[in-house]
T-cell receptor, first 113, second 111 residues
Framework: DAGVTQSPTHLIKTRGQQVTLRCSPKSGHDTVSWYQQALGQGPQFIFQYYEEEERQRGNFPDRFSGHQFPNYSSELNVNALLLGDSALYLC????????????FGPGTRLLVL | QQQVKQSPQSLIVQKGGISIINCAYENTAFDYFPWYQQFPGKGPALLIAIRPDVSEKKEGRFTISFNKSAKQFSLHIMDSQPGDSATYFCAASIAVQKLVFGQGTRLTINP
């Protein structure tokens, strides 16, 4: 049973560029949440997708956008990258019917130069 | 009101000792309190979780103590081992919505 997978594992971009990160949820899960974890900090909630709709959003600017596909996988897009966007981006999946537990993927380490 | 405050920031415990990490919250609507363990370069892994209708939950060497009136909860790791050395995060959420994380505790178990 595959857990949550994310790609790529590492990414280096320059300021102003755009980036797309991908996530496949754990088998049987239909809800995907994205978090940003700066070095030495706890993860911060970006947004959550369910039934291909953004269900909830954290305090992040519109440069951060997402998408969920019919197979429940998801993408996180960040436009006009800033140095401060350098972080570990985590995807977590859960089941809307199965309760609150969110399972995290290994993350994508983004470095903006 | 959405914050979860975690302490201490770092903790050093001798092998075989008890590690204790504390968290406090303000939002009484929170109804799910998980603890995550994170190793360097990895994503957080769920350790144990509790709902506010119970005061304690134990799974192996890990125990959550929950004090609803004080709005506090804590993680106890019994017989701490070097392999437990990691960063631990408490979190809170309402139903299946976003997790609000504490700032993390870097735990070191000395052999």
């Amino acid at each position: 049973d595959a857990g949550v997978t994310q790609s790529p594992t590492h990414l280096i971009k320059t300021r102003g560029q755009q980036v797309t990160l991908r996530c496949s949820p754990k088998s049987g899960h239909d809800t995907v949440s994205w978090y940003q974890q700066a070095l030495g900090q706890g993860p911060q909630f970006i947004f959550q997708y369910y039934e291909e709709e953004e269900r909830q959003r954290g305090n992040f600017p519109d440069r951060f956008s997402g998408h969920q596909f019919p197979n429940y996988s998801s993408e996180l897009n960040v436009n006009a990258l800033l140095l401060g966007d350098s972080a570990l981006y985590l995807c977590a999946s859960s089941s809307a019917k199965g309760g609150e537990t969110q399972y995290f993927g290994p993350g994508t380490r983004l470095l903006v130069l | 009101q959405q914050q979860v405050k975690q302490s201490p920031q770092s903790l050093i415990v001798q092998k075989g000792g008890i590690s204790i990490i504390n968290c406090a919250y303000e939002n009484t609507a929170f109804d799910y309190f998980p603890w995550y363990q994170q190793f360097p370069g990895k994503g957080p892994a769920l350790l144990i979780a509790i709902r506010p209708d119970v005061s304690e939950k134990k799974e192996g060497r890990f125990t959550i103590s929950f004090n609803k009136s004080a709005k506090q909860f804590s993680l106890h790791i019994m017989d701490s081992q070097p392999g437990d050395s990691a960063t631990y995060f408490c979190a809170a959420s309402i139903a299946v919505q976003k997790l609000v994380f504490g700032q993390g505790t870097r735990l070191t178990i000395n052999p």
